[in-house]
Structure formats: C-alpha cells, structure tokens
C-alpha cells in the first residue's frame, strides 16, 4: 500500500473496457489518493491514447501489435513507455511500480497477467471473474503464499467482502448471490430461441461490455460467480444460493450461524465496488447518485427458473465437480457468447455447446496450470467444431 501523502498507484489491466473506463473515473474524482500507473487495451488503440494523454501512466500496452506504431507515435511527446503483444502484459505485471493491479481484462486472457501481479504480492482487485472459474485453486493458493491480497470488484463479491468486515471469527452458513436475472427474466424457451444479439445485450440495469452482458442474459453469470465465490470465500458448493432479485438493490448476503443476515445495498453502480477496492480499507468521499428509497417502493425477490436457465445448473455441476469442469465451461462459453455475439449460433445454442463440451472434455482432479492451459484449448476446439466454425 502507499505510504502516507503518497498517490496509490493503479495498474489497469483492460482500461479502454467498461471496467476499466470506470476506473478511470474513479481515479479522476480522487486524483488526490489515486493514480494511473500501467493502461492497457487489446485493440482500442484510440482510446488507450486519449486514456494515456490525459491520465499519463508510466508504461501502456497495446495488446494487437499492427497498433504498436501508431501508439507510439501518438505519445512520443511523454516519457509514457510502450510495450505491444501479449507478452507484454505479463511484462508490465512484473514492474515494482504499481501497487494495485485491477484486473479488468475480459475472459481467459485475463489469468497470466493476473498470476503475475499475485506472484509478485499485488493488490488485486479482481474484476476478471474467469480467472478464478479457470483456475482458482492456483490463483488462491498462490495468493496466500505470495501474501496477496485479492479485493474482489464483482458487486455481488465486494457485497460479500464488505459484510464478512468484523467478523473473521464468525463462520459463513450460507452466502445468496443476488442475480437481476437480466434481460429475459420471466421469459421461456419459445420465446428464447429467436432472441437475437442486440436484445440480449441490453440489460436492465447494468451497462457492461458485451461478454459479460450475453452471460448475465443467459444466466451463465451467476453460475461463473457461484465458483467465484467459491474461491473467493473458501466455501462448499451447498454454501452458495442464488436468489433473482429484478432491482439489483441488494447486492448479496450473507448469513452467518445465528440466522442473522446481512446484506450490502447500494444504486446499481459499478464506480462503487471499483472505489471500494481501490480504496479499501478506506470508504472515499464521492458525489456520485445516492439510493432514495422513495423511488424503489418495493424490493423483490424470487427462486431462479432453472429450467429455462440452463446454464445456471450446468454451473452448479462444474462448481460441484472441481479439478477442470469450469475451466471446461467457461472455455465452451467463450466460444459460443462470441459466435452467438457474431450471430452465428442462437441464444438457446449457447448452452447446448456448453454442455456438450463439459461432456466431451476429460475429466483432470487435480490440474496443473499447464493442464488447465490444455483443458481450454482443447474445450474450445471442441465447442467450435460442434458449432462448425
Ligand atoms: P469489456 O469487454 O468492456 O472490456 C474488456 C477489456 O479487456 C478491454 O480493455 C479490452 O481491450 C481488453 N481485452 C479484450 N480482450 C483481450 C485480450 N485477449 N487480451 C488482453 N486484453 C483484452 O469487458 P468488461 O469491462 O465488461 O469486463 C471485464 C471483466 O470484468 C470481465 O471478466 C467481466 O466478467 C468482469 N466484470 C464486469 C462487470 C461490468 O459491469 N462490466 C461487472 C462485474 C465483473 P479493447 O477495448 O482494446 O478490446
Ligand atoms: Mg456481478
């Protein structure tokens, strides 16, 4: 951590994403506790300069390498340094300059980076909720060895975190995820089946980028942060309960063994979690909306229709099984929210793809990384030849 009167310096791994832009929002109003230290973006070289130019980091990355020259060029006038390819990720991870990485990457590209940044004792605030569905096992065990600490980002998780504060003696019975249950809630197959890309990615509450909006459309959301949670707070699968609660109010809960419940609430407002992570332990003064009750007469909630939502279940049984069945899953719907996002398969396909491919995939109990590096190579060849791409 920073020392007093000194900036935290943040390195924002996917800064030109809807996390990352945020991000930059909640360092722009704290200029005076927070700056930009590392940006990266995988194709939006544009934006990543504009983002450079304004907020001038120490080194930027520019994922796609045709984009290296015009990067450059653009930021020749500043001493900003920077590094193309995917290699350079894991590069900047490793500088002795930042001390919070925020992992806001999207998908399985997200875990190298991010197991350097908890190699080298980072601060991770971990938005890249994959990296822990891939792998979580190694990135946990690595992170208690390395002294890491991992402040997870993700609503429902930061709902979490912040109600396990001052309880550390008190064991979790159970945890509930709040899902908003997205764009399709109430919905059934008929009608599912002609859903088309632009309906699926517009989502009641949240705006977010495209991946994560078909998963929460889909439900595949909340069973990815099922296992996130997982690892995130070391609980059994029978520990975590998902309830669809349509105004994404309250953020999660968690009961403890006196039946007490406690919930986090708060507007639907990524800035927050961001905030809270970057900040923590500290709450930062802000001017950003606050809840009014008067305009939220009525907080609901009711079971996830698991029938229709098929995802969630096939989840469940990843989060069950352990060893490689959720990095098998989450490969498989990798591949198929891009061909979906492409329009080349249906949103019911989305699932069918997902469950074949946990059903081809061998079965590894105990992975090595390299292991889980095959397991989600081999699940998207797979689920592309099932879609035959
Ligand atoms: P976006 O798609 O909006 O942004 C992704 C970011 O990662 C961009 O900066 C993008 O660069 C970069 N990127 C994309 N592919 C690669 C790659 N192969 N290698 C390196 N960088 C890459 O995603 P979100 O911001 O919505 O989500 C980021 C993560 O946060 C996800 O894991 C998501 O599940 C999680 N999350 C997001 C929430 C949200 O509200 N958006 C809420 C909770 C969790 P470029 O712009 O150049 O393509
Ligand atoms: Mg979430």
Redesign the pocket.
Known sequence: MAEEGQKRRIA???????????ALEVIRAHKNVLEAEIL??????D??IKQALEFLPNAV????ETKYEQVKDALSATSIKVFAG?NA?EEVADFDTYEVML????????LK?TLKGVKKGKVIAL?????LVVAGDIVMQQAFENRSPIIP???EHSAIFQCLIGEARNPIEKIILTASGGPFLGKKPNFLVNVKRDHALQHPN????????I?SATLM?KG?EMIEAKWLFNLKPEQIEVVVHPQSIVHSLVQFEDGSLKAQMGLPD?KL?IQYALGFPERMKNDFPRFNFKKYPSLTFEEPDYKTFRNLGLAIDALKAGGNKACVLNAANEIAVWAFLKNRIGFLDITAVVEKTMDKISFIENPTLEEYYESDGEARNFAASVMKM
Request: aromatic share 6%; charged share 15%; hydrophobic share 40%.
């Open positions: 924002i791994f996917g800064s030109t994403g809807s996390i990352g832009t945020q990266t973006a995988q194709t939006n070289a934006l990543l990355v520019i994922g796609d995917e990720l992992t806001a990457i999207v998908g399985f590209a997200g980076s938005s890249n909720k994959e990296t980002v993700d609503s949240w705006s977010m980028g495209a991946k994560i909006s998963d959301n990815l990524m979690p």
